[in-house]
């Protein structure tokens, strides 16, 4: 089945970031990984349905690139979702989430210094996810769409530390950036989404 780009969650312009780099972000970057996830499905699905897959090599074969493509654009595409829609919110922290940070991290204040240090950390993505083994909310990190993610955790606070997200509005600075991502959070939606992760 045909996977169809998400189109940004919001009408106003998140605070801190330009409208040029979220249109090539969204536009350019995330729907060519939708693209590429439609691609590849389409590449597999003959050889899900009793294909010919006796040359499967874990060195080199084309199912390994298929699949291995295939984690690569779907993270690539569900990650970015869940980055636009923390976006462009009133960043006043509150709801069931907050909550839950407090009891966590002790404080948002800890959280957000600890959130920011993962981000300056991570070389991709840095994942607030409610992870369903542990039952408890963690701070996983991925230097690529296809590395550091942790099987059974959902993410529910997801920001991009590519430097595609700010390198345009704010060069190297990506403390910078990461300062004024976290002042703009979407509560209302992190809520939503961590209510629904932890259920
Ligand atoms: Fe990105």
């Not at 995330?30 to 439609?38: D, I, L, R």
């Not at 984690?71 to 869940?82: I, R």
């Not at 950036?177 to 939503?192: M, P, T, V």
Request: hydrophobic share 40%.
């Amino acid at each position: 089945m045909k996977y169809e780009p998400a189109p940004l969650p919001f009408s106003k312009t998140p605070e801190g970031i330009s409208e040029k780099t979220l249109t090539i972000h969204h536009d350019k970057l995330y729907v060519g990984y939708v693209n590429k996830k439609n691609e590849i499905e389409e590449k597999l699905l003959p050889l899900m349905q009793g294909g010919d897959v006796a040359s499967a090599n874990q060195s080199y074969s084309e199912l390994r690139a298929l699949l291995d493509g295939l984690t690569f654009s779907a993270n690539g595409t569900y990650l970015h979702e869940w980055y636009f829609e923390s976006l462009a919110g009133a960043g006043v922290p509150q709801g069931p989430f907050a909550d839950a940070l407090i009891a966590r991290f002790g404080s948002m204040e800890n959280f957000l210094k600890f959130f920011a240090a993962a981000g300056m950390a991570a070389r991709g993505w840095a994942v607030l996810a409610w992870d369903t083994k542990s039952q408890a909310l963690q701070v996983y990190i991925g230097d690529a769409h296809n590395q550091g993610g942790v099987w059974g955790a959902v993410p529910v606070l997801v920001m991009d530390v590519y430097e595609h997200a700010y390198f345009l509005d704010y060069g190297s600075d990506r403390k910078a950036y990461i300062e004024s991502y976290l002042k703009q959070l979407n509560w209302d939606r992190l809520n939503e989404l961590y209510t629904s992760a932890s259920r």
